[in-house]
């Protein structure tokens, strides 16, 4: 298996990408190769300082030195940029000389590299960016959690739907519970998406669909895939990846008054993102996780790893079958 990743997509890039690809190496045997696409003469200097360790016979360089910044416009950028670590990157992908990709850079420009050169499933009408939420029973994936700011009842629909595909296939869930996350439990709460997207999501078989959740219930592990649309989803989770920085920082300043001990990192592990690696953009032709841009060599290495899981489990291959077969229900 081959997974390339991008090594000018963190703020400091190639730095963790290196390192956190030589982990991934480490982990997975002989069984992986990746490719570091970005500055040449960088990854070379960087890879200097780990000597006789880096197996070069799994890791290979291409040189795309030009990098998409987040302040760009994605589309323009993509078509204007064939250079680009995300664009070189994307089309090895679509050429099939490698099976995913990782990218800590610009969002916006991975998304859209995803859309021009490896195209939406058929039957989808719009990609959705998952990401995990740590709770008290394990992790729930959020969709969407900022691809869509302005939703469609359908597109919610579809969320549901590759959102099981993945609680199923990396997850290990063989029936994940499915709910819509809205301002009470009741059916008839909500404006007109959430009482459309209720109607759709109780009505379809296929989901093991509970109703509609609250905002409280999400840390409680009340569900396994929340569906939301893309503004609601991206407000919660910068909210959610707040939390834990704020809380550990309110502990730290209780220590240093009273003179107590405590493994504060240890203690909130689990609201580390690092720990659970990049959010896949789901419902497109290909395998891309999208990661934060402070991403350290550990949220690299696992966002290699969800890479790797998601090859493996043929993923995309699922979500195409579950949206040909909605087609088909739609025609008859």
């Known amino acids: 298996m081959r997974v390339a990743v991008d090594a000018l997509g963190t703020d400091s890039a190639p730095g963790p990408e290196v390192e956190g690809a030589l982990a991934a190496l480490s982990d997975a045997g002989d069984r992986l190769e990746i490719v570091l696409i970005g500055d040449e003469a960088e990854i070379e200097r960087e890879l200097s300082g780990y000597a006789g360790s880096v197996p070069r016979s799994q890791l290979s360089v291409i040189h795309a030195p030009d990098r998409i910044l987040p302040s760009e416009s994605p589309a323009a950028a993509v078509r204007r940029r064939p250079d680009s670590s995300i664009v070189r990157g994307i089309r090895l992908q679509k050429e099939g000389e490698v099976d995913a990709f990782v990218s800590a850079g610009s969002t916006g420009a991975v998304m859209a590299a995803s859309l021009i050169f490896l195209r939406p499933l058929s039957g989808l009408d719009r990609p959705a960016i998952g990401t995990l939420l740590p709770t008290s029973r394990g992790a729930t994936l959020m969709l969407d959690a900022g691809a ?185």
């Open 148 to 332: 869509n700011v302005d939703c469609k009842p359908r597109h919610l629909h579809q969320f549901a739907l590759l959102g099981q595909i993945y609680a199923q296939d990396l997850m290990g869930i063989e029936t994940p519970r499915i709910a819509l996350l809205n301002i009470g439990e009741e059916p008839e709460k909500g404006d007109e998406l959430a009482l459309e997207s209720h109607a759709l999501l109780r009505a379809e078989p296929r989901l093991n669909f509970i109703g509609n959740v609250e905002g409280r219930d999400i840390i409680g592990g009340r569900c396994d895939v929340l569906v939301c649309d893309g503004f609601v989803g991206n407000v919660l989770l910068k909210f959610y990846e707040s939390v834990a920085e704020f809380i550990v920082s309110l502990l730290h300043e209780e220590m240093d008054r009273t003179g107590t001990q405590l493994d504060v990192h240890g203690a909130f592990r689990v609201l580390d993102y690092a720990e659970y690696g990049g959010a896949p953009l789901l419902g497109v032709n290909g395998v891309t996780i999208i990661c934060h841009g402070s991403s350290t060599p550990r949220a690299v290495q696992n966002a290699i790893g969800v890479a790797v899981r998601a090859v493996d489990s043929q993923m995309v291959h699922h979500m195409a079958g579950e949206l040909q077969r909605q087609g088909g229900a739609g025609e008859a």
